[in-house]
């Protein structure tokens, strides 16, 4: 079983739609949470660190379920420019300094 | 608009050279990251320096070499690659070494090796 598993996708939704990622993580002491999107050919740049009550920022809402090991992503109103990869990175445990990254799941924004 | 630099932006090589990749943050952060990109795949953690010392080498050949000459630069030395190296080389930089502090990328350098 992979550590940090994401729906590849793609998934293809039309600008306005609402759509949603999940992200399971195996290692329940896990601590720290993130969503990174990352454009072709970008380096991967931070969307939003994911706390345990849940955050919001704009159209983006992420949220945590520790009981069932896994992180979510929420976008509302896509825009065609929210078309990108969307990495689910853990930190397993707080002590350490390295993230766990997850494949990541494309998603393509049609006019 | 990031703030964490890299150079060269694309760098082609020979199996015989040796180059280097240079990286270069201005946000005061004391840790700083090697990662190494395929295409379709996510980061892979290859160096970690915490206050300019290498805390964590996740098995790299030794054709790469690290180096942190102070808390904003850091080098990584390339020397006898193999086809199989090229790839978009990621530095990253955080606040502390800790998981839980975020991490900023910088645009990479995509390396071919011929």
């Known amino acids: 079983r992979k550590e940090v598993e994401q729906d590849p996708g793609p998934f293809n939704v039309p600008e306005g739609a609402t759509v949603a990622f999940n992200c399971t993580y195996s290692?329940?002491?896990?601590?720290?949470f993130f969503w990174y999107r990352q454009d072709c050919r970008k380096e991967p740049k931070l969307l939003m660190s994911?706390?345990?009550s849940g955050n919001e920022d704009g159209r983006f809402t992420a949220q945590l379920n520790r009981a069932s090991q896994y992180i979510s992503l929420l976008i509302r109103d896509s825009k065609l420019s929210d078309s990108a990869t969307y990495l689910c990175v853990v930190n397993m445990d707080n002590a350490g300094n390295m993230l766990t990254f997850g494949g990541g799941t494309r998603l393509m924004v049609k006019p | 608009d990031t703030e964490v630099t890299q150079t060269p932006k694309h760098l082609v090589m020979g199996m015989t050279n040796k180059k280097s990749l240079k990286c270069e943050q201005h946000?005061?952060?004391?840790?700083m990251y090697w990662y190494k990109q395929k295409a379709k795949k996510p980061p892979e953690l290859m160096f970690v320096?915490?206050?300019?010392?290498?805390?964590i080498n996740e098995s790299v050949p030794s054709r790469f070499s690290p180096e942190c000459p102070n808390s904003s630069l850091l080098n990584l030395h390339l020397h006898a690659l193999q086809p199989e190296d090229s790839a978009l080389y990621l530095c990253a930089s955080s606040q502390e070494s800790r998981g839980d502090y975020e991490q900023y990328f910088g645009p990479g350098t995509r390396l071919t090796v011929t």
């Open positions: 994911v706390y345990s």
């Open positions: 290692n329940s002491a896990s601590q720290s």
């Open positions: 946000m005061g952060h004391r840790a």
């Open positions: 320096y915490s206050y300019e010392k290498l805390s």
